[in-house]
């Protein structure tokens, strides 16, 4: 898991709550930004994930 937060440690916190417990929708309200990959290649991500990635939408899907 990745995510974008305003700290540091923050963002490290919640990448590891996003892999222990899959609770990447929880960090909606904290405005940080999330993109996790699921053991099937799965991506999900918040909504301003793009704004990190020039306006581009995320995969939906590991490539092959």
């Known amino acids: 898991a990745t995510v974008?937060?305003?700290r540091?440690?923050?963002a490290?916190?919640?990448a590891k709550?996003?892999?222990l417990s899959d609770a990447w929708?929880?960090?909606l309200p904290t405005g940080a930004e999330v993109l996790a990959v699921d053991a099937g290649g799965r991506i999900r991500s918040t909504?301003?994930?793009a704004g990190y990635l020039g306006?581009?939408?995320p995969p939906t899907a590991?490539?092959?």
Do not use: K
């Open 25 to 27: 929708r929880s960090l």
């Open 47 to 49: 909504p301003g994930l």
């Open 55 to 57: 306006g581009a939408e």
């Open 8 to 10: 540091a440690w923050t």
């Open 4 to 6: 974008v937060a305003g």
């Open 62 to 64: 590991l490539a092959g």
């Open 17 to 19: 709550a996003v892999l």
């Open 12 to 14: 490290e916190v919640f």
